[in-house]
């Protein structure tokens, strides 16, 4: 898990570097302020939620080319390690709280929405898929 948690913040620099200000939704208290926000628009009268988990970034061009240090290792289907490591690792994280919401709000709907498997399986067969 340490090893994992070094290519977490290694991911909050990146998306810091590439976004500045407009971070992306990483670090753990982004998630908790994501969730706060859902609860916000529950209490509104919200009550039907999609929640997408963040594709894999580890196979977007602008990451091997903007970030090469970062994209050295890949893997099988030529992703970045290190950028999918992180983006499973923010994916888990916010699976949770999810699941809580569901608990907690059970007349509302709380969808995951699993961006990243279906991203990655047409990005890895792409080639069975006729798409390469």
Known sequence: MTEKLCAYERFNVM???KFGKKNFVTKHTHIHELIG????VYGLGGRYFWIHNTGPIGCLPYAMVHR???AVVKDGSGCSVAYTE???LFNQRLKEPVGHLRKTHADAA???VDVYSAKYKLISDAKK???A
């Open 15 to 17: 998306q810091s570097w």
């Open 129 to 131: 898929l006729g798409k």
């Open 68 to 70: 090469p240090d970062l």
């Open 110 to 112: 709380f969808t995951y």
């Open 86 to 88: 992180v983006a499973q």
């Open 37 to 40: 926000n859902l609860q916000n």
